[in-house]
């Protein structure tokens, strides 16, 4: 049964696909009507609580050093940090960019809905199941390549909807603009690409690699990425070495298979999982979108293999809501108008008490209570997550307070010893802190070999002391004449800082000369 049958004929339909059938109008009003309330529901939350999250403070650092790659990201989300210091640097200006990330993603998803033939009530349906979505409200919260992936992948795929639907193999040429802008904006758009590839294969559509657009579309995805390959060529590919350190050190938490899927039906909503499921089993079972659900069904399976994060599979899921939206619309276009308002009306109200869990609307002792109230806890995605707090909120406390504590140690030094006097910092989170609030307090730059800040050292001069974040105590011991350690503690922080901060007097060596020798990376 062809999905446009679902819906009946009108004569502003428009875009003919290759049996006759046109699309079905789009749901103009209702689209602004989604996207308004997302864009407000980050405005009133993201936007308003909470602090920079531990990510957005390197973020800034790589916008301060625009390059064509990062030891743990493709480039473009430096651009995005840059877009955000033009507007001033701000929580503000920051937040706002994923925000509308997100919002462009309702729009999208009710967009695939029509390709695949969904009338009002499905693109409806569709745009509502992303903005209510736990998984797709948590990582609109702040700046990162998370916040874009699902648009650029949901843009390749809605390309491919079309070509499915129209037979033009032209449209493959803006498939692989969009691929590419993925590839400089998170690596894992590889992963997508090479499930798209083995759908294809699998199914009466190879015959598309026997047309040359296809191809081209794979030159054009390959001349956007270039510019990073290059650079891990010249870099001698530390992006690789980063993984495979993550993945020797045990630093994500691993689930099996059951636990693997069991997460994804959570981190979705279980009031949710019907929907994209029915989405998921239509593709399949229909020839004409089989190449969407074996997508999935790929990307998946290479999701698990690896032992990726849960959330690495979110981006794929909004074609799946849109999918099973238009499912519901045809199970209930005989049905009683009602019955339409009740389904939306179940999935209002089984996402609104999630939604606290998945933004910043509530302050951190009343999102404990409410945690232990309705007795969910979100799951640990890294082994050393020790907070009371989940990670994406927890990673937004401390950083003005442990800035404000080493500058109290910077400045209490005579000013002759303050200008032998430099700061280096464990990790990225808190040399981005230093570098972003520092100069109010005249602290020179901080130093770190934790991911890229590596390539952005060492420093010009040798330091005689150094003010250190997160070191241990017995490298203390072994590498300064004499110390003082001033203790640090944040609440709701992670608990790996909350370790004392120490002024590390008559260092014993050269930090120029030992720069080059290790980097940490992981």
Not at 356 to 362: G, K, V
Not at 372 to 392: C, D, F, M, W, Y
Request: net charge neutral; charged share 15%; hydrophobic share 50%.
């Amino acid at each position: 049964m062809a999905v446009a049958s679902a819906a009946q004929p009108s004569p502003d339909r428009v875009g003919k696909d290759r049996d006759g059938t046109v699309l079905p109008p789009l749901a103009t009003g209702i689209l602004i009507g989604l996207c308004a309330a997302k864009l407000l529901l980050h405005v009133f939350t993201s936007l308003r609580r909470y602090g920079y999250f531990r990510d957005e403070l390197y973020y800034l650092d790589m916008a301060r050093h625009l390059d064509w790659g990062y030891v743990d990201a493709a480039p473009l989300v430096a651009v995005y940090a840059k877009i955000a210091l033009w507007m001033g640097g701000s929580l503000w200006a920051l937040r706002i960019i994923p925000a509308l990330a997100g919002t462009a993603l309702v729009a999208l998803t009710m967009l695939i809905a029509r390709e695949l033939g969904g009338g009002r009530y499905a693109q409806f349906l569709a745009g509502l199941c992303v903005l209510l979505s736990p998984a797709v409200l948590v990582l609109d919260n702040f700046l990162s390549m998370n916040a874009f992936e699902p648009l650029y992948w949901m843009g390749c795929m809605w390309v491919v909807a079309r070509i499915l639907r129209t037979g033009d193999s032209r449209l493959w040429l803006w498939f692989g603009v969009l691929a590419g802008l993925g590839l400089e904006n998170k690596h894992s758009t590889l992963s997508l690409g090479f499930s798209v590839v083995v759908a294809l294969l699998l199914t009466q559509h190879r015959r598309e690699f026997a047309r040359p657009w296809i191809w081209i579309a794979g030159g054009i995805a390959l001349a956007l990425f270039l510019p990073n390959i290059i650079w891990q060529i010249r870099h001698h590919w530390p992006t690789i070495e980063d993984l495979e350190n993550v993945r020797r050190s045990g630093k994500n938490v691993v689930l099996g298979p059951l636990a693997f899927v069991k997460e994804q039906v959570l981190a979705l909503q279980p009031i949710l999982f019907p929907v994209w499921l029915a989405g998921l089993v239509w593709f399949l079972r229909d020839r004409r979108w089989r190449v969407l659900g074996l997508t999935f069904v790929v990307y998946f399976i290479l999701m698990e293999v690896a032992h990726s994060k849960d959330y690495y599979v979110f981006p794929i899921y909004p074609m799946l809501f849109a999918g099973g939206a238009v499912v519901i619309e045809m199970w209930l276009s005989s049905r009683a108008n009602w019955t339409r308002a009740a389904v939306a009306a179940v999935i209002v109200l089984g996402s609104l008490p999630l939604m606290p869990l998945m933004t910043s609307m509530l302050p951190p002792e009343r999102l404990l209570a409410y945690q232990n109230a309705i007795g969910i806890r979100p799951t640990k995605q890294e082994v050393h997550h020790e907070s009371l707090l989940p990670q994406v909120f927890a990673d937004q406390f401390g950083w003005p307070k442990l800035v404000s504590e080493v500058a109290a140690i910077y400045n209490s030094l005579p000013a002759e010893e303050r200008a032998e006097t430099g700061i280096w910092a464990g990790n990225y989170g808190e040399a981005g802190a230093v570098n972003l609030w520092g100069p109010k307090y005249g602290l020179p730059r901080a130093y770190s070999r934790h991911q890229n800040h590596w390539y952005w050292g060492p420093p010009p001069v040798v330091y005689k002391n150094l003010i250190v974040i997160e070191w241990d105590l017995n490298d203390v011991r072994d590498n300064c004449t004499s110390y003082q350690a001033f203790e640090h503690y944040e609440k709701f922080g992670m608990g790996e800082e909350n370790t004392p901060i120490y002024l590390c007097r008559g260092v014993k060596f050269d930090i120029q000369k030992i720069w080059w020798h290790s980097h940490h990376w992981n």
